[in-house]
């Protein structure tokens, strides 16, 4: 069981926070595949950013669920503020981002380019945690590169600052996504601290997230591109972790309803306009896991109306299930 203050989750299997994926409908979606609780995309702390259409979108609570924002910034006074601010307005848990090796987020010294500068994450930490009477978590790689990895001083630090449970992902800013996970790094990690370590990284499968769990002794699973176009991992996982029983995938037809009613919910959100093209890369992860032909992806690509990307999406349902009779 993992403990976050005041909520517990049994078998804890965590839908990351992605930033452009984990909108509102993804959230629901894993929620009722099976995920624990899903962390919404992570918002910018600088004040001028607050009243953007996408720092809006990224804000919308869902009062069925538990309301966990991650935060995004290197300044600690604009980090306690943004915390307070998200507090009032319903989060349930606030999350630091100090795990994105994006540059557009690094270059703004933010996201794991902070991990280089211990003394500020420890300012950034005892700030936030300062700052809201709701839990604070922490996200962050193993290190700036594979030559400066510091997880364990990290984890450490927050600590000492009341983080209440960490999560890491087994790769160094410089990695990005490429190269193996460091699962050895995160099992240090784990034996190191008291707080709660949630492991991420490369969990694709329900029996690589259990092979994870046992090597690294870690309470919990974050998955994150694994989930992309199958949301129903988060499922499968905490299925075969709770049982030791495998969890089927659901059948292609099952499979292209879920993306139908996921694309539907994406046009709801947020319009028409905005919806469509949001929708095309939801889609075309799904059509990927699948194993369709890249024609189909580029096919749905090219709709420009959000009644014609459902009736694609049903036209395609039919033909498989006239293929399979």
């Not at 994006?102 to 950034?124: F, M, P, T």
């Amino acid at each position: 069981m993992l403990t976050i203050g005041r909520h517990q989750f049994d078998y804890p299997v965590i839908a990351a926070p992605m930033a452009g994926v984990s909108d509102l409908p993804f959230r629901r979606l894993c929620l009722e595949h099976g995920a624990s609780y899903a962390v919404a995309e992570m918002i910018s702390a600088n004040p001028d950013t607050r009243q953007t259409q996408k720092s809006q979108w990224r804000s919308v609570i869902d009062s069925n669920q538990a309301h966990i924002v991650q935060i995004v910034g290197h300044d600690p006074e604009q980090l306690a503020e943004a915390a307070r601010l998200n507090q009032e307005a319903g989060a349930d848990i606030i999350d630091i981002n100090m795990g994105c090796p994006a540059k557009k987020v690094c270059k703004k010294a933010a996201g794991s380019a902070l991990l280089a500068n211990e003394a500020l994450v420890q300012d950034i930490l005892v700030a936030v945690k300062s700052a809201v009477d709701i839990p604070v978590t922490l996200k962050i790689r193993t290190g700036t590169s594979p030559n400066e990895r510091n997880a364990t001083t990290i984890a450490l630090i927050a600590q000492d600052a009341g983080i209440a449970a960490l999560t890491i992902h087994g790769r160094t800013k410089a990695c990005a996504f490429k190269g193996a996970v460091e699962y050895d790094t995160i099992a240090e990690v784990v034996s190191r601290v008291d707080i709660p370590v949630i492991a991420n990284g490369d969990i694709t499968h329900p029996d690589q997230a259990l092979k994870v769990l046992n090597y690294t002794g870690a309470a919990g699973i974050m998955v994150g591109r694994g989930a992309q176009g199958q949301p129903w991992l988060l499922g499968q996982i905490k299925h075969k972790w709770r049982t030791g029983e495998v969890l089927e995938a659901p059948s292609r037809e099952t499979k292209l309803h879920i993306a139908y009613q996921h694309v539907a919910a994406i046009h709801e959100f947020y319009g028409d306009f905005m919806g469509v093209r949001f929708a095309r890369k939801h889609a075309s992860w799904y059509f990927e896991s699948m194993d369709l032909d890249r024609s189909v992806r580029s096919s749905f690509n090219r709709i420009q109306h959000p009644q014609e990307q459902l009736d694609f999406i049903q036209q395609l349902t039919a033909t498989l299930r006239k293929d399979a009779a």
